[in-house]
């Protein structure tokens, strides 16, 4: 919450970062297009702050957590 709330007042809603991978039903990729419990409620979540998500895919958790390390 605290990355939303510095984004959002910084003024300019630049896209936040979001690294996730497909995990049915949670995530999953329709027509070239991210869907599923957890993105509908990511996207929901974005509407109401007013904000864009940039999604990184990525194969696994492991690859997740990696990335968040190297502060991608």
């Given at each position: 919450?605290?990355?939303?709330c510095?984004?959002?007042?910084q ?8 690294a996730t ?10 027509d ?9 409620l ?10 864009q ?17 190297a502060?991608?």
């Amino acid at each position: 919450m605290l990355l939303c709330c510095s984004a959002l007042a910084q003024g300019g809603n630049p896209p936040l970062r979001v690294a996730t991978f497909i995990l049915p039903p949670f995530v999953m990729e329709h027509d070239a297009e991210l869907t599923g419990f957890s993105i509908e409620l990511w996207k929901e979540i974005t509407a109401r702050l007013g904000v864009q998500t940039d999604y990184q895919m990525t194969p696994d958790v492991k690859a997740v957590l990696d990335s968040l390390r190297a502060g991608q």
